[in-house]
């Protein structure tokens, strides 16, 4: 599964982004879909995760203001991210777990930067 990620940028505190995470490939079925974010002298950190049947769980710095949402016609996740802080300014990674060949496997995405700042 190959998985990319779209959607970062700049955004002036207070603002929004929303960011897309389209997986591709054949003979794979998604279970989870999440996104993580880094930054910079940080370790990785769970945002959110979504499982097959929609329940949502959300790290605690974001609850609140970060939706994440899947559609799986298009095997795509979304990070709708509101109310955005200085703080929230990392690269963001999108991760899916899969079943494939009868086994369950993980795939990340390339990473797309977020920056919050005026």
């Known amino acids: 599964v190959q998985l990319q990620a779209s959607g970062g940028g700049l955004v002036q505190p207070g603002g929004s982004l929303r960011l897309s995470c389209a997986a591709s490939?054949?003979?794979?079925?998604?279970?989870?879909m999440a996104w993580f974010r880094q930054a910079p002298g940080m370790q990785r950190e769970l945002v959110a995760d979504?499982?097959?049947?929609?329940?949502?769980d959300y790290g605690d710095s974001v609850k609140g203001r970060f939706t994440i949402s899947r559609d799986n016609a298009k095997n795509t996740a979304y990070l709708q991210m509101n109310s955005m802080k200085p703080e929230d300014t990392a690269v963001y990674y999108c991760n899916v777990g899969y079943f494939s060949a009868g086994a369950y496997r993980t795939s990340w995405g390339q990473g797309t930067l977020v920056t919050v700042s005026s």
């Open positions: 490939g054949s003979g794979f079925r998604i279970n989870s």
């Open positions: 979504i499982s097959s049947g929609g329940s949502t």
